[in-house]
């Protein structure tokens, strides 16, 4: 696991970024998977300027969404499906029927929550899965107690989740209870993982999953057990870390040819 500790959320997006394109220049068919809260957006922001202004080119990637309510009406301006493509699918030249997420409105949850799975690994998996984290250490909507090993299927969201996420929609009270997500195991099977934190109120989970112990009540240590995350930090999220010089001093000292 490599923490990097950046300034700013925009040099997070540039780190990110550059490792987005370096993937896509190797292998301009790369699946990437799409995260949604305001912890990626710099590194979309970034992405859709490197497209327009560079060229970028993503027409033959692929994207697969973490996560998406249940019970949300197709169209919804909230649905994770909706946000992807506002934030960041729109603004790139990614073919829009590349573009994947988990079915909320299906009739038959489990059986699309496989077929999904059967998706992602019919294009080889997840090349990089971008991810941020909840102030309850949940990756996905894995809450606190979701089995390490799990994989697509329906969760019931914490109320702490719930609050968190009020501020997208008019009340709590339109906060879905239900969400389909990526398990734990479905996205240890990324072959890169890039998660982001920002700010102080994420600097408690970042302690926790970084430098505690692998347990099911914080979701997000499970990536302890994967064997290449960067986790990019600003200073308020990393202000909890133990090692925190140890991290400055690894980053500041590493080979240059050595990507994140
Ligand atoms: C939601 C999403 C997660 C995201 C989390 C944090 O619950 N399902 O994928 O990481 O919010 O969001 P933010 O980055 O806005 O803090």
Redesign the pocket.
């Known amino acids: 696991m490599e923490v990097v500790i950046l300034p700013s959320s925009k040099q997070i997006g540039i780190m990110a970024a550059d490792a987005i394109a370096a993937l896509l220049r190797r292998k301009p068919n790369a699946v990437l998977g799409l995260?949604?809260?305001?912890?990626p957006l710099p590194i979309y922001n970034e992405l859709a300027r490197r497209h327009t202004e560079e060229g970028l080119d993503f027409s033959q990637a692929h994207g697969f969404a973490?996560?998406e309510y249940v019970g949300l009406e197709a169209g919804h301006y909230e649905s994770y499906k909706e946000v992807i493509r506002r934030e960041f699918t729109n603004r790139v030249n990614i073919a829009p029927e590349n573009v994947h997420g988990p079915d909320g409105s299906a009739q038959d949850i489990t059986a699309a929550c496989q077929a999904y799975e059967d998706s992602m690994m019919a294009l080889g998996g997840v090349d990089l899965q971008i991810?941020?984290?909840?102030t309850d250490g949940?990756?996905?909507?894995n809450e606190p107690g979701s089995s390490l090993a799990s994989r697509t299927r329906i969760k019931t969201l914490i109320e702490q989740?719930r609050r968190d996420?009020a501020r997208f929609f008019n009340s709590i009270d339109d906060v879905p209870h239900h969400v389909v997500t990526q398990g734990l195991g479905t996205i240890m099977d990324a072959k890169h993982v890039v998660l982001v934190a920002t700010g102080a109120q994420k600097a408690q989970a970042v302690r926790e999953f970084v430098e505690g112990p692998v347990s099911a009540m914080c979701a997000a240590s499970i990536l302890q057990m994967h064997p290449h995350v960067t986790i990019l930090v600003d200073e308020a999220a990393a202000s909890s870390l133990k090692l925190a010089d140890y991290y400055r001093h690894t980053f500041d000292n590493k080979p240059s040819w050595q990507g994140i």
């Open positions: 995260a949604t809260g305001s912890s973490l996560d991810l941020g984290v909840g949940h990756i996905g909507f989740t996420n």
